[in-house]
């Protein structure tokens, strides 16, 4: 029996690989390398195909026995949804069924989803919980509820078993220096500071300093993606345990400002860079933290790596020598 993971050759999917692989699982990483990176899967079997292609997801379900599905593979940039939102519908939504429709075929019932709390919107009650209102403010974090929402039709009428997480701000790099974070266009805080730090970049904007916050900047939940792939890994121990189909926040429940990791970064890389202080960037919410109470409590996830200096000092080992 075989682990699919859509989308395993990105960040986070690359992670979840490597920790399936150290648990003895076998993996198929499945990606269209439209924005995943070949050099990322260095565990299991690889093949490129695109979920928009059903022949392509016939075949692996043909030439392997899937028994549960890692679907990471989806559009992840938010003002790129809301120019060209028919993008993230399609890839995002469309994609989707048709993958749940060749898993329904091949009689595999059990899924474990990449959701984001960008589902909840503008928050009215910080730290999110899982039952808070979800009202999301831009495409993508429109498709991701809308997958949700079929997950749980597809429950009840076809049996499908699922886990949700939601992750709040993927960050950090693989303790080992194996794999890491790299996205083009990079449009996330850490790797753009520590390009900043390794002269990369001229500077880091931080985007809005007159936030109702202590020093004025976002804060955001960074939690660290080896962290992540545990609590994947318990979802899929709960799904082979027979423990139900549920949804869980992903997040430190605890908060850092931009400028505070700014600061993390010139504390870990010893280097001074320059951070200009710039405009906010439309659609940021102020504050975003979420309580992962219930992934503590029902899965027993304990995140390891919650300090930011550590989230921080393992994302700059790998950046330094980063492969791809
Ligand atoms: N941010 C920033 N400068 C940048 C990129 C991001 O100040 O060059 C801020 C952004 O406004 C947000 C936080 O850093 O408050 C995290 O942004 P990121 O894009 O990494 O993740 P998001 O919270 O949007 O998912």
Known sequence: MAILVCGGAGYIGSHINKALHQEGYETVTFDSLIYGHREAVKWGTFVKGDLANPDD??????????????????????????????????????????????MRKHGCNKIIFSSTCATYGEPEKL??????????????????????????????????????????????????????ESHDPETHLI?????????????????????????????????????????????LHHLEAGRGSDFFNLGNAQGTSVLEVVE?????????????????????????????????RVLGWRPRFADIDVIVEHAWNWHRHAEY
């Open 127 to 180: 730290p999110l919980t899982e039952d808070m209102p979800q009202h999301p403010i831009n495409p993508y974090g429109a498709t991701k509820l809308m997958v949700e929402r079929i997950f749980k039709d597809y429950h009840a009428a076809y049996g499908l078993e699922f886990v949700v997480l939601r992750y709040f701000n993927a960050a950090g790099a693989d303790p080992d220096g194996e794999i890491g």
């Open 57 to 102: 997801l016939e075949a692996v379900f043909r030439d392997h026995d899937i028994d549960a599905v890692f679907h990471f593979a989806a559009f992840t940039y938010v003002g790129e949804s809301v120019e060209d939102p028919e993008k993230y519908y399609y890839n995002n939504v469309g994609n989707t069924l048709n993958l749940l429709k060749v």
């Open 191 to 235: 790797p753009l500071v520590l390009d900043a730090a390794s002269g990369k970049r001229a500077d880091i904007k931080v985007f809005g300093t007159d936030y109702d916050t202590p020093d004025g900047s976002c804060i955001r939940d960074y939690v660290h993606v080896t962290d992540l792939a545990s609590a994947h890994l318990l979802a």
């Open 264 to 296: 993390a970064a010139r504390r870990v890389t010893g280097r001074d860079f320059k951070a200009t202080m710039t405009e906010r960037r439309p659609g940021d919410p102020p504050k975003l933290v979420g309580s992962s109470e219930k992934a503590m």
